[in-house]
Every structure is written in C-alpha cells, then in structure tokens.
C-alpha cells in the first residue's frame, strides 16, 4: 500500500510555470510506476503524463508535451510536474497516481493508489 499526497499548486497568470509535488509514504515507491491526470469542473479525468519506475519511460498528453515535464527521486519518495507555459485550459484539480506496471498508463481506471488533489488555476 502507498500513500500519496499533492502539493504546489496555486494561482498562476497564463504564461506562467509551477511545479507539482506527490509525496509517496513507505518504503516502496520505487517499486510503483506514477502517473499525473487532472480533472476539470464537468470533465471526466485525463491524463497528462507517466513515468516509470526507474525514469527510463516517459509519456505525455499530447496538450502538455513539451510544456510539462515529469519527474521522481526515489531516494526521496517524489514524483514531480513541472509546467511551464501555462494557459486557462490547464486550470484543473491535478492528481498523482501510483501502479504496479506500465500497462495502459494513460487510463486512470487503473490506477489503485491515488492522491487527494491539489487545484490549479491558471487566470488570462
């Protein structure tokens, strides 16, 4: 079992960056391949982004690659989002998630262990 908690975000004018931190509890993290999705108000779920357990794997929604970039520490037990160029329609309630494997990591049904959200919002 993991434990995961959401912080960094915020308010932020469009252009702007942040960085998002999930910190997992116990001693297994590096053994989890994580994920980052987001929900907006009336949205089903998406997800932005993965990484694996050893950071060798990396996929990105089409709409954040090359602004957003996901990263971990396992000697640290944190997975990281770091966005940049952020505009109105990245405004959401962001989510880490944590998994066993790499298999369809874009599908947050998925996912068993999950975070409680920390909110974005992104102003024009």
């Known amino acids: 079992q993991v434990q995961l908690v959401e912080s960094g975000g915020g308010l932020v004018q469009a252009g702007g960056s942040l960085r998002l931190s999930c910190a997992a509890s116990g001693r297994t993290f590096s053994t989890y391949a994580m994920g980052w999705f987001r929900q907006a108000p009336g949205k089903e779920r998406e997800f932005v982004a993965a990484?694996?357990?050893?950071?060798?794997?990396?996929d990105y929604a089409g709409s954040v690659k090359v602004r957003f970039t996901i990263s971990r520490d396992n000697a640290k037990n944190t997975v990281y989002l770091q966005m940049n160029s952020l505009n109105p329609e990245d405004t959401a309630v962001y989510y880490c998630?944590?998994?066993?494997?790499?298999?369809?990591?874009?599908?947050?049904?998925?996912?068993?262990?999950w975070g409680q959200g920390t909110q974005v919002t992104v102003s024009s």
């Open positions: 998630a944590a998994r066993p494997n790499l298999i369809n990591v874009r599908e947050w049904r998925t996912y068993p262990h």
């Open positions: 990484i694996s357990r050893t950071s060798t794997f990396t």
